[in-house]
């Protein structure tokens, strides 16, 4: 199985500012990585997929990208709606994996 | 608009059995990969079953494996997770989620419903 090591588990930062979550797999998954966002009490939505390209209707502040086994989803100036949970998700072969998550507070 | 429903969760004993159900308006069950997804009370996203487009196959994880079953009925337009043999750490809201193929993302989702096995 392709584990997948996401951080920070949580982080706490200000309106404006770049905020950067990492993961990275146990093997290679070449491209294969989705990154989503979930609100208390809903489901997941879609940001980024094939590591780097941008779901439909996200905002262009998020961006994805990858450098070997490591991905990284960047918010470059957080807003107030961004307070969420992310979780990145390798979907390389089966078993797909999610990462741990990473909650966004605004402080 | 693609869009998700599931139903059927509820409260299950251990050893018990449960159907959830998703209808799918808005594209076809059957052009898409089905996927379950859980998430355990206060935890993280797991990835349960997926049903590829077309194909008999599926795959599961394997915590589930051999006791839950993933099907589609294409005239309904709606796709199913059978879990049988249910365990307290199957409790969880499950979602379930399309892609659109190979190689992307869950781009779909349902709101969940939620399984209590107590």
């Known amino acids: 199985d392709i584990h997948m090591t996401q951080s920070p588990s949580t982080l706490s930062a200000s309106v404006g500012d770049r905020v950067t979550i990492t993961c990275r797999a146990s093997?290679?998954?070449?491209?294969?990585l989705a990154w989503y966002q979930q609100k208390p009490g809903k489901a997941p939505k879609l940001l980024i997929q094939?590591?780097?390209s941008l779901q439909s209707g996200v905002p262009s502040r998020f961006s994805g990208s990858r450098f070997g086994t490591e991905f990284t989803l960047t918010i470059s100036s957080l807003q107030p709606d961004d307070s969420a949970t992310y979780y990145c998700?390798?979907?390389?072969?089966?078993?797909?994996?999610f990462g741990q998550g990473t909650k966004v507070e605004i402080k | 608009e693609a869009q998700l429903l599931e139903s059927g969760g509820g409260l299950a004993q251990p050893g018990g059995s449960l159907r959830l159900s998703c209808a799918a308006t808005?594209?076809?069950?059957?052009?898409?990969?089905m996927n379950w997804v859980r998430q355990a009370p206060g935890k993280g996203l797991e990835w349960v079953s997926s049903?590829?487009?077309?194909?008999?196959?599926?795959y599961y994880a394997g915590s589930v494996k051999g006791r839950f079953t993933t099907s589609r009925d294409d005239s309904k337009n709606t796709f199913y997770l059978e879990m049988n043999s249910l365990r307290v750490d199957d409790t969880a809201v499950y979602y379930c989620?399309?892609?659109?193929?190979?190689?992307?993302?869950?781009?779909?989702w349902g709101q969940g419903t939620a399984v209590t096995v107590s």
């Open positions: 989620a399309k892609r659109t193929g190979y190689g992307y993302g869950l781009d779909v």
């Open positions: 808005g594209f076809l069950v059957m052009s898409n990969d």
């Open positions: 049903l590829p487009e077309g194909t008999a196959g599926t």
């Open positions: 093997q290679t998954i070449d491209g294969w």
């Open positions: 094939r590591a780097s």
């Open positions: 998700q390798h979907y390389h072969s089966i078993p797909w994996m």
